[in-house]
C-alpha cells in the first residue's frame, strides 16, 4: 500500500499575533515542521504547539530560517557562512530544548522561507545549512524540495533526505514553485489541491501552472498553515488520499524500521 507523509508549519504565532490553529492542523498532519523564533514563534507558543503534537503522535521538525521575524523569513538574505551554520545550530538546540520539556523530540529539520527555496540551489548557503545539522545531530533528517540539487548534495555529505511536495503552491514546468510574487503562485481550491496531491502519489506528477503534466517524485507532502483555509485543504487531501487507500503517517516512521 502507498504511503505518504503530511506536513504542515506551524508553531508560528507570536505574542498577540495569531497564526493558523496548531491545535486542528495537528488533528490532520502526521509531521509538524514547528517554527524555532528566527522567522517566527514565541517560546511559550512552541511549547504548547509541541506539546499538542505530542499528545497526536505527531512528528516534529526543527523549521529554521534566517532571522528575518519582520519579513516572516521570505525575504532572500545574502548572509555570511559563519553566521548562516551557527543560526541553524542554534534554532535547531532551541526546539530540542522545547521538545524535552514538551516529552518529545526533534526527528528532522526543514528549512523555512527563503532558506529553503535559496539553498534548493544556491551550493554555498547549502552546505552551510548541511553542515550546521552535521553537527547537532547527523541523523537529523533533512526535508528538501522535490528534484532540488541539495536532495543530492545533502546525501553526498551523508544525511539522509526526504523530498517534499506542496499542496498549496503552483508548480513551473520545471517542477519548481513559481514565485509568490507572481498571481496564481499560491492554491486555495481545497477540492483542487486535493485532486492534485492524489495525482501526485498515484502518479508521480502535478500539472504546472501553464497546464504541463510535471513529474514531481516526494515523500512528503506540505499545507502551509498560514494559508487562507489551509484548514479545509488539509482535510481534503487527507481525506482524498485515505479514499484512495493510501496510508499517511510520518516519514521518519520510514527510517525507524
Request: hydrophobic share 45%; glycine share 10%; proline share 4%.
Amino acid at each position: 500500500m502507498t504511503t505518504i507523509d503530511l506536513n504542515s508549519d506551524l508553531g508560528e504565532s507570536f505574542g498577540q499575533w495569531k497564526m493558523g490553529d496548531d491545535d486542528a492542523m495537528l488533528d490532520i498532519v502526521t509531521s509538524a515542521n514547528v517554527a524555532c523564533g528566527f522567522h517566527a514563534g514565541d517560546p511559550a507558543g512552541i511549547l504548547r504547539t509541541l506539546r499538542a503534537a505530542r499528545e497526536r503522535n505527531v512528528a516534529i521538525g526543527a523549521h529554521v530560517g534566517y532571522p528575518d521575524l519582520a519579513g516572516f523569513g521570505r525575504r532572500n538574505m545574502d548572509i555570511a557562512s559563519a553566521d548562516l551554520t551557527a543560526g541553524v545550530i542554534y534554532q535547531i538546540g532551541a526546539l530540542q530544548g522545547l521538545a524535552t520539556a514538551a516529552g518529545t523530540t526533534v526527528s528532522y529539520v526543514k528549512p523555512h522561507g527563503a532558506l529553503y527555496n535559496t539553498i534548493a540551489g544556491d551550493k554555498r548557503q547549502a552546505l552551510d545549512v548541511i553542515q550546521a545539522i552535521l553537527e547537532v545531530d547527523a541523523s537529523l533528517v533533512l526535508v528538501c524540495l522535490a528534484g532540488s540539487p541539495l536532495l543530492n548534495l545533502a546525501r553526498e555529505k551523508g544525511l539522509t533526505t526526504v523530498a517534499e511536495a506542496f499542496a498549496d503552491r503552483a508548480y513551473t514546468p520545471e517542477g519548481t514553485l513559481v514565485s509568490r510574487r507572481l498571481a496564481g503562485s499560491v492554491l486555495h481550491d481545497a477540492d483542487l489541491v486535493a485532486r492534485r496531491m492524489l495525482r501526485l502519489v498515484e502518479d508521480g506528477v502535478v500539472e504546472a501552472i501553464d497546464g504541463t503534466p510535471t513529474p514531481v517524485q516526494a515523500d512528503s507532502i506540505c499545507v502551509h498553515g498560514d494559508s487562507p483555509g489551509a484548514l479545509a485543504m488539509a482535510h481534503q487531501v487527507r481525506l482524498a488520499l485515505e479514499k484512495a487507500g493510501v496510508t499517511l503517517r510520518p516519514f521518519t516512521a520510514h527510517e525507524a524500521e
